[in-house]
T-cell receptor
């Protein structure tokens, strides 16, 4: 398995609180992604990064921000969590963007109550 | 934006039956195509991929997929499924940019 670690693996938080999810890779891949997985929607891209400090929005970026200060770490922040952000969040990495295989982390199950 | 459609939401079949899952995409230019599998409680893993060349692609665990450019399709097949193939299957498409677009997924349940 590719060296991708997501933390925490499970989190329950209250509406309105900030939450940060961390993705750490040991593969030195340039591209990193945050997806959310919801029943009936598959995986939807939240944000992605194509290098240190280089990030861009995906299709469901509202309410989320990201940061990448080092190649190995990609942080996803929910500034003020809402119940609609209850989901399973997956981090993925790839060496050359969409033209190469993406490797996925184990996922973080986030529940906003 | 790229659109990926998986026609079957849930497929139930018996062991040794043949499986075919449909995938269609909307973009007419050059694409890279993938099938991923997610076993219960696990992360996504690559089954197979198509970039160019022979449109019939063989992947792991006996799966194969056929790219038909004229139909914008990339259907996944397995001649004889096993109970261990119970999983969710995702088609994904890249149009030579940074991102993958995923279909909604197909849950496959194989009865022993």
């Amino acid at each position: 398995d590719a060296g991708i670690t997501q933390s925490p693996r499970h989190k329950v938080t209250e509406t309105g609180t900030p939450v940060t999810l961390r993705c750490h890779q040991t593969e030195n891949h340039r591209y990193m992604y945050w997806y959310r997985q919801d029943p009936g929607h598959g995986l939807r891209l939240i944000h992605y990064s194509y290098g240190v400090k280089d990030t861009d929005k995906g299709e469901v970026s509202d309410g989320y921000s990201v940061s990448r200060s080092k190649t190995e770490d990609f942080l996803l922040t929910l500034e003020s969590a809402t119940s609609s952000q209850t989901s399973v969040y997956f981090c993925a990495i790839s060496e050359q963007g969409g033209s190469t295989e993406a490797f996925f982390g184990q996922g973080t199950r986030l529940t906003v109550v | 934006a790229q659109s990926v459609s998986q026609h079957n939401h849930h497929v139930i079949l018996s062991e040794a039956a043949s499986l075919e899952l449909g995938c269609n995409y909307s973009y007419g230019g050059t694409v890279n195509l993938f099938w991923y599998v997610q076993y219960p409680g696990q992360h996504l893993q690559l089954l197979l991929k198509y970039f160019s060349g022979d449109p019939l692609v063989k992947g792991i665990k006996g799966f194969e997929a056929e790219f038909i450019k004229s139909k914008f399709s990339f259907n996944l097949r397995k001649p004889s499924v096993q109970w261990s193939d119970t999983a969710e299957y995702f088609c994904a498409v890249n149009q030579n940019d940074y991102k993958l677009s995923f279909g909604a997924g197909t849950t496959v349940t194989v009865r022993a």
